[in-house]
């Protein structure tokens, strides 16, 4: 990786947040469909996107914890989704989110784009493993991962409570080991 704040994959450049990104971040996180699955409600005020900005622009991206990448085409600038990594406190796996505006959803961006990271960490950053997890009933979500190379490791039943019902959890993991290399065309 260029740095471990700032990376391109073949159409797309995943880099640090910055508060101009904030409009655009309240934009697509208020859509019902958007947050259906996440742990957030719609809509997002522009002066909550604002602190969120605000809080990803100042991140760490190699401490433990989140740090949320920013993602936008090579081509035309303007944020149309977010990869969040968080690292364990020894550093040696992480996890990852996503969420990508509908617009820009069904192209292949999300998948280009986690697909980037994953590499970036295993191949790169030599982490042991990557891990995510979604809503059972996140099949877009699901299938994203799997096209990536994860496998799906346990479900675990009515284990989150998301927006007044118990959800099903279902994790995936991916480990370095069984990594294959570049996905995207790079
Ligand atoms: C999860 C999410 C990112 C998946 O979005 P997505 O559009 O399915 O994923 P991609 O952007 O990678 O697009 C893949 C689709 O584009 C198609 N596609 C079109 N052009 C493509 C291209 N050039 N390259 C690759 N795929 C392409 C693929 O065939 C695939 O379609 P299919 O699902 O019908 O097979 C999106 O649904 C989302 O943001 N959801 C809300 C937030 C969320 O739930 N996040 C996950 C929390 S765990």
């Known amino acids: 990786m260029e740095s471990a704040e700032s990376t391109e994959s073949a ?3 995943l880099r640090r947040f910055s508060p101009a990104d904030a409009p655009a971040l309240a934009a697509y996180r208020s859509d019902p469909e958007v947050s259906r699955y996440q742990s957030w409600e719609s809509p997002v005020p522009l002066a909550e996107a604002e602190r969120l900005a605000a809080m990803f622009a100042a991140g760490d991206p190699r401490g433990p914890g989140w740090f949320q990448y920013a993602v936008e085409r090579r081509d035309v600038p303007g944020l149309i989704g977010d990869v969040g990594v968080c690292r364990s406190e020894d550093g040696r796996q992480a996890e990852l989110g996503f969420t ?6 069904g ?4 998948t280009e784009a986690v697909a980037r ?3 970036f960490l295993l191949a790169e950053e030599q ?4 891990s995510a997890g979604c809503d059972a ?4 979500s699901a299938k994203l991962l799997e096209r990536v190379g994860f496998r799906r490791e346990g479900h675990l ?4 409570w998301i927006k007044g019902e118990w959800t099903d959890d279902v994790l995936f993991g991916l480990l ?6 570049t996905r995207d065309g790079r």
């Open 117 to 119: 990271t994953v590499e």
């Open 11 to 13: 159409r797309l450049l």
């Open 127 to 130: 982490l042991h493993r990557v």
């Open 100 to 105: 990508f505006a509908p617009e820009f959803q």
């Open 107 to 110: 192209r292949g961006y999300a």
């Open 157 to 160: 039943v009515q284990s989150m």
């Open 137 to 140: 009933r996140n099949v877009r």
């Open 176 to 181: 370095a080991s069984e990594y294959g290399g």
